[in-house]
């Protein structure tokens, strides 16, 4: 079945880099887009950006643009999410979300658990 | 940015009465050139990811119950769930996919009065 499968949690210090991964299965990999989307906790969705899997373009919500890699390897299917200089406020569920035009994210990974603290 | 604003926060409602959560959007969502509203709507229950349930505003994903129903257009959009069940008690969330930044309402949260 088509599914996003997502690396484990994580604890970091502030300061330190966090490389996120997201495997997806049961579909053909490049048609589709990758979003990445986080949840602290008790709060809403925070869309942070998105990377074509077909050409590796990608945009980016601003406020996270230059702390944030986003990269895809189509040999193994999988989609990553790096964020550095980890401050406490990016604690948080990191997701992962599979984009078709038009089609909203239709398919979600489980989340990744990311705490930042001394 | 487009802001996305739910009403209401919270909803308590009877079990098989109907939920109606709205959702507007500061700037029009409706794309003139293949009149698609780019408005989806999400269900995210405790301890798991959200689940699409509309998009288009109104095209209900593959698999949803039909007592869920979007509807609206440009910036104001409403979702109802006709006869609330026990295990539609979740928060949901409307997104608007037409500009990025892409962006959600704050949520609203539905239980059983």
């Known amino acids: 079945q088509v599914q996003l499968v997502q690396s484990g949690a994580e604890v970091k210090k502030p300061g330190a880099s966090v490389k996120v991964s997201c495997k997806a299965s049961g579909y053909t990999f490049t048609s589709y887009g990758i979003n990445w989307v986080r949840q602290a906790p008790g709060q809403g969705l925070e869309w942070m950006g998105w990377?074509?899997?077909?050409?590796?373009?990608?945009n980016f919500a601003q406020k996270l643009q230059g702390r944030v890699t986003l990269t895809t390897d189509t040999s193994t299917s999988t989609a990553y999410m790096e964020l550095r200089s980890l401050r406490s406020d990016d604690t948080a569920v990191y997701y992962c979300a599979r984009a078709a035009a038009g089609h909203g994210f239709d398919i979600w990974g489980q989340g990744t658990m990311v705490t930042v603290s001394s | 940015d487009i802001v996305m604003t739910q009403s209401p926060d919270f909803l308590a409602v009877s079990l098989g009465e109907r939920a109606t959560i709205n959702c507007k959007s500061s700037?029009?969502?409706?794309?003139?050139?293949?009149?698609?509203?780019?408005l989806a709507w999400y269900q995210q229950k405790p301890g798991q990811p959200p689940k699409l349930l509309t998009y288009w505003a109104s095209a209900r994903e593959s698999g949803v119950p039909d007592r869920f129903s979007g509807s609206g257009s440009g910036t104001d959009f409403t979702l109802i769930i006709s006869s609330l069940q026990a295990e539609d008690v979740a928060v949901y969330y409307c997104q608007q996919y037409y500009s990025t930044p892409w962006t959600f309402g704050q949520g609203t949260k539905v239980e059983i009065k």
């Open positions: 990377i074509s899997a077909y050409n590796g373009n990608t």
């Open positions: 700037q029009s969502v409706l794309y003139s050139s293949n009149n698609k509203n780019y």
